[in-house]
């Protein structure tokens, strides 16, 4: 997409000559039809631009008024590609974006405060963090009874806990330095855009930022949940796919952190056995251990019925 960058880059003239001094940061957000679902992030995006921040909202393959309410907030570098892609959006966020950094890559339906974006750019100005999000707050409230308990499971149960504050994916926000970001020169054309970053960098080089919070689009329905983990699980697969043809150097760097020779499920059985990882035995947490197992196991039978009948994820 070269030509149509070229078109990007002359529709925001005063950020060609912009220079990092400049700006505070810069903010890349890809939106796709988010009329409907309240474009959660828009008002943090409104201070951060009266904060100093260089933002770009990517609206891509919208049919709503996604553009217009973008483009309602001045200062606001709003950009429009025809397909609906996730991570063509980011591609050209970043096109517009250019060397302003820290950069701060965030999903259009999170709801996060500019104080944690402060907190985030804060983080990143060592020497050792390459790669910061946020804790992640899931409001499930709203949601049915089952969502409900999946979600309890992933801020309740100590080994999925362990496992969510390791990663810097599911959080809807992530941010990296320039030296970061030259780990790769495009988002790839996959479903997980989070999931791929995340796997970039060891875990000596990114952060949780405590006191930094985003707080996600949680679905509503089992329904809307079961789809999101289908769409999860896909990611996960193409991801591997990726890295095994494309860069097997970062798959190899990536076992490095445990024994590649110890089997997953005897690291499993090591973390639940002897560093007391398992859910409360109360009926309830045997309830919401369950769920999250049930949920598990039906989103990767729906993905594995789904390549069988050949079809594909929506929003790429």
């Known amino acids: 997409m070269p030509s149509h960058v070229g078109y990007l880059r002359a529709m925001t003239p005063d950020v060609e000559s912009a220079s990092q001094a400049t700006w505070l940061a810069s903010i890349v957000v890809p939106a796709h039809n988010e009329a409907s679902r309240g474009f959660a992030v828009l008002p943090t995006l409104r201070l951060a631009v009266?904060?100093?921040?260089?933002?770009?909202?990517?609206?891509?393959?919208?049919?709503?008024?996604?553009?217009a309410l973008a483009s309602s907030v001045p200062g606001i570098h709003v950009v429009e590609i025809e397909v609906a892609s996730k991570t063509r959006a980011l591609n050209a966020g970043d096109d517009v974006a250019g060397d302003v950094f820290p950069r701060i890559y965030l999903d259009a339906d999170v709801s996060i405060e500019f104080s944690s974006l402060?907190?985030?750019?804060?983080?990143?100005?060592?020497?050792?963090?390459?790669?910061?999000?946020?804790?992640?707050?899931?409001?499930?409230?709203?949601?049915?009874?089952?969502?409900?308990?999946?979600?309890?499971?992933?801020?309740s149960v100590p080994f999925l806990r362990e496992l969510v504050a390791h990663h810097l994916d599911g959080r809807g926000a992530y941010a990296v330095t320039s030296?970061?970001?030259?780990?790769?020169?495009?988002?790839?054309d996959i479903v997980a855009d989070d999931t791929f970053f995340d796997r970039m960098f060891d875990e000596s080089e990114k952060v949780v930022v405590p006191g930094a919070v985003s707080r996600p689009s949680v679905p509503l329905s089992l329904r809307d949940l079961l789809r999101a983990k289908r769409r999860t699980v896909h990611g996960a697969h193409e991801i591997s796919n990726w890295f095994a043809q494309s860069n097997p150097e970062r798959v190899r760097t990536s076992q490095l952190q445990s024994d590649p020779a110890t089997p997953w499920w005897s690291r499993a059985r090591f973390h639940l056995r002897d560093n007391g990882l398992l859910p409360s035995k109360s009926f309830h947490g045997v309830l919401v251990a369950g769920t999250y197992v049930a949920v598990e196991v039906t989103a990767r039978v729906a993905n594995w019925m789904a390549g069988v009948v050949g079809r594909t994820t929506k929003w790429r």
Do not use: H, M
């Open 50 to 67: 009266a904060q100093g921040c260089l933002v770009v909202v990517v609206c891509n393959g919208c049919t709503d008024s996604t553009v």
């Open 118 to 155: 402060i907190s985030l750019s804060k983080a990143l100005d060592g020497v050792n963090s390459l790669a910061a999000g946020p804790e992640v707050d899931f409001d499930a409230s709203r949601s049915a009874p089952l969502v409900r308990l999946y979600f309890e499971a992933l801020a």
């Open 179 to 188: 030296v970061g970001r030259s780990r790769f020169q495009r988002f790839p």
